[in-house]
Structure formats: structure tokens, C-alpha cells
């Protein structure tokens, strides 16, 4: 069948009416506002009982993200509102008082934005009886009037619910460092460590192309189970992270496998490193070692600096 062209504009001209008119019904009423959700951000402190470590330097964190989630009084299941980058404003639909909010730690896993994950070593942050107003932003957590931040405080699990494989944190208190004597142990510096008064360091000369180091500690984590070693560090140089540990069918002999590499950096920086994935390559077999290696291939110099280190399984 051949339409005239006077044919046609009718017909379109029918439809746009009929779209026009099905859009302007889709708006037709009054429009929810949304409330605000707003936190600052997000640090980690020692729980009152039971908690992994006394040690101050176990709780430095970089917590960038959070999920949160909330339950209305009267829903059959609670409500994802979505992972947000901290500072959080998150908009909520609802007015009122909300029966609980969790707020769930998001952490760069690897140092990587894009692998973004709850840590499982978290626990998740309880919030009950926030009040919502609409157009208004409700403040979680705490108020410093230093720097006009509001704050919430997270936890690792209890000590009954993860175990610390190895802890160092190269304070003057201790008696000896987990680390091999090549890397040399700054005991009474609180101008230059992380925290406290002590760091590790590696300083390799123009003349050397790399240098290793390690950790002493025969890691024996039971199989598959999530394991992860954190530390804070300050490199000038590019800083690579290996597995020792045995194959099947290697016969005895250990082999190496790589974690990651880190980059330069000026300042002190927190990094969560998932161990699991290298640890897989052997079949979870064990025991495995974690040992450094500095690269110095343009024969600069320079040196690496860590602090507050740990190895945590679940």
C-alpha cells in the first residue's frame, strides 16, 4: 500500500500528539523529594572485647567507598540504596525514621579503583532509628569540629573470627622483627614511620640493579581460605610482591610466583593486597613465604619504607 505525503504527516503528526501526551501523563502529580544520607568518612578502631590486636598501627586504613543499605518498618526485605564514594550524600525516598541502616567498608583491593570490594574483614556498621526529613541531609556518625567532618568507626571481626598469620609493626617495644636482616629496622624515628616510632626500610645504591628481601614467617593458611597481607608504605622506586611456596609435581623445589608491583609514591599509603590468587597457582598448598624485590633498573637509587604489616586469613 502507497501513502500520499499528506498521508503521512497526518499520521505523524497523530503519533507525536499521542507520544506528547503519554509523557506529560507520566508526570502528572506530585513528585517524591528525596531525603540525604551523609557521612564524611569512614575510619577503623580497636572494638572494646575481643579485639584481633592491642597494637595501634593495626587499624591504619584507607576505607574510600562504603554500600549502604537500608530496612523501612513495614518492607518485606531492606533496600540497597548503591556503593557510593565517600564524602557519601546519598539520596533516600524515604521520610521519617528508617528502622536500621547498614553501612558496609568498601577498600581499592590491590590498590586498584576498579576491583573496588567489601572486605570481608569488616564488620558492618549499624545504624538504628535514623530520622529522615525530605530535602534535608541526616549526618552519620560523629562531628569534629577540627575539620567539620563527620565520621563512622568501623571494626574488624573479632579475634574468635579471623586469625592474624603475622603481625609487625617495628615499634621500639618490640623484640625482634619478622623480616630478614637485609631489611633494617628504624626503631626510634616518629618524624618518619607511618605511626609510632619505628618503620623497615631498604635503601639499594646506583650500583645495584635490585634487591630482595622477605618475610621470615612460613605462612601455613588452611586451603582456600581468604588471605591478605596489608601494610603502609613509601617507595621511590617500583616495589614488586612475590609468593614463594611448591607446586604439584615440582619435585620439592619452591618457585616463585608474582603478586603485584607497586609504583612510587611520596607519602604513606595503605594498600589491602588479596594473597589468595598467587596462592591458587600452587594449588593451595603450603607453606608459602612473601618476599620483596626493589628495582633499580635506571641505577638512581633510592629506597623503600613499610610499616603496620599483617598477614589475615578468615
Same mark, same amino acid.
Not at 498521508?7 to 523529594?33: D, H, M, R
Not at 579503583?113 to 556498621?125: H, N
Given at each position: 500500500?502507497?501513502?500520499?505525503?499528506?498521508?503521512?504527516?497526518?499520521?505523524?503528526?497523530?503519533?507525536?500528539?499521542?507520544?506528547?501526551?503519554?509523557?506529560?501523563?507520566?508526570?502528572?502529580?506530585?513528585?517524591?523529594?528525596?531525603?540525604?544520607?551523609?557521612?564524611?568518612?569512614? +575510619?577503623?578502631?580497636?572494638?572494646?572485647?575481643? $579485639?584481633?590486636? %592491642?597494637?595501634? /598501627? !593495626?587499624?591504619?586504613?584507607? &576505607?574510600?567507598?562504603?554500600?549502604?543499605?537500608?530496612?523501612?518498618?513495614?518492607?518485606?526485605?531492606?533496600?540497597?540504596?548503591?556503593?557510593?564514594?565517600?564524602?557519601?550524600?546519598?539520596?533516600?525516598?524515604?521520610?521519617?525514621?528508617?528502622?536500621?541502616?547498614?553501612?558496609?567498608?568498601?577498600?581499592?583491593?590491590?590498590?586498584?579503583?576498579?576491583?573496588?570490594?567489601?572486605?570481608?574483614?569488616?564488620?558492618?556498621?549499624?545504624?538504628?532509628?535514623?530520622?529522615?526529613?525530605?530535602?534535608?541531609?541526616?549526618?552519620?556518625?560523629?562531628?569534629?569540629?577540627?575539620?567539620?567532618?563527620?565520621?563512622?568507626?568501623?571494626?574488624?571481626?573479632?579475634?574468635?573470627?579471623?586469625?592474624?598469620?603475622?603481625?609487625?609493626?617495628?615499634?621500639?617495644?618490640?623484640?625482634?622483627?619478622?623480616?630478614?636482616?637485609?631489611? +633494617?629496622?628504624?626503631?626510634?624515628?616518629?618524624? $618518619?614511620?607511618? %605511626?609510632?616510632? /619505628? !618503620?623497615?626500610?631498604?635503601? &639499594?645504591?646506583?650500583?645495584?640493579?635490585?634487591?630482595?628481601?622477605?618475610?621470615?614467617?612460613?605462612?601455613?593458611?588452611?586451603?582456600?581460605?581468604?588471605?591478605?597481607?596489608?601494610?603502609?608504605?613509601?617507595?621511590?622506586?617500583?616495589?614488586?610482591?612475590?609468593?614463594?611456596?611448591?607446586?604439584?609435581?615440582?619435585?620439592?623445589?619452591?618457585?616463585?610466583?608474582?603478586?603485584?608491583?607497586?609504583?612510587?609514591?611520596?607519602?604513606?599509603?595503605?594498600?589491602?593486597?588479596?594473597?589468595?590468587?598467587?596462592?591458587?597457582?600452587?594449588?593451595?598448598?603450603?607453606?608459602?613465604?612473601?618476599?620483596?624485590?626493589?628495582?633499580?633498573?635506571?641505577?638512581?637509587?633510592?629506597?623503600?619504607?613499610?610499616?603496620?604489616?599483617?598477614?589475615?586469613?578468615?
Amino acid at each position: 500500500m502507497i501513502f500520499s505525503k499528506k498521508t503521512i504527516q497526518t499520521i505523524l503528526a497523530c503519533l507525536l500528539t499521542v507520544l506528547t501526551i503519554s509523557s506529560c501523563e507520566k508526570f502528572k502529580g506530585n513528585t517524591e523529594v528525596p531525603a540525604y544520607l551523609h557521612v564524611d568518612r569512614i +575510619i577503623v578502631g580497636p572494638q572494646a572485647q575481643n $579485639a584481633p590486636s %592491642t597494637e595501634p /598501627g !593495626f587499624y591504619t586504613s584507607i &576505607i574510600d567507598a562504603a554500600q549502604i543499605v537500608c530496612y523501612f518498618k513495614g518492607d518485606e526485605a531492606e533496600t540497597t540504596l548503591g556503593v557510593f564514594q565517600l564524602p557519601i550524600t546519598a539520596p533516600v525516598l524515604h521520610h521519617g525514621n528508617i528502622e536500621y541502616i547498614k553501612v558496609v567498608p568498601v577498600i581499592k583491593q590491590n590498590g586498584q579503583s576498579g576491583t573496588r570490594i567489601a572486605y570481608p574483614f569488616f564488620q558492618t556498621i549499624r545504624l538504628d532509628n535514623v530520622v529522615t526529613a525530605a530535602d534535608s541531609v541526616t549526618n552519620l556518625g560523629k562531628f569534629s569540629a577540627t575539620d567539620s567532618t563527620w565520621t563512622l568507626t568501623a571494626h574488624y571481626l573479632p579475634l574468635d573470627q579471623m586469625n592474624v598469620l603475622m603481625q609487625d609493626y617495628f615499634e621500639p617495644t618490640s623484640f625482634s622483627t619478622n623480616f630478614d636482616s637485609t631489611f +633494617i629496622w628504624v626503631k626510634d624515628s616518629a618524624s $618518619a614511620a607511618c %605511626t609510632g616510632k /619505628g !618503620f623497615g626500610m631498604l635503601t &639499594i645504591p646506583d650500583s645495584v640493579s635490585i634487591a630482595t628481601f622477605s618475610i621470615l614467617t612460613n605462612l601455613t593458611p588452611k586451603t582456600g581460605q581468604v588471605l591478605y597481607l596489608e601494610m603502609d608504605y613509601q617507595t621511590d622506586l617500583e616495589l614488586y610482591i612475590n609468593l614463594m611456596g611448591f607446586r604439584n609435581g615440582s619435585g620439592g623445589t619452591a618457585s616463585s610466583v608474582p603478586v603485584m608491583c607497586l609504583v612510587p609514591n611520596q607519602k604513606w599509603q595503605k594498600i589491602y593486597i588479596n594473597l589468595g590468587r598467587a596462592w591458587s597457582v600452587y594449588n593451595y598448598n603450603t607453606p608459602i613465604t612473601v618476599f620483596f624485590q626493589l628495582a633499580n633498573p635506571n641505577h638512581t637509587g633510592g629506597s623503600v619504607r613499610i610499616d603496620n604489616v599483617k598477614i589475615i586469613t578468615l
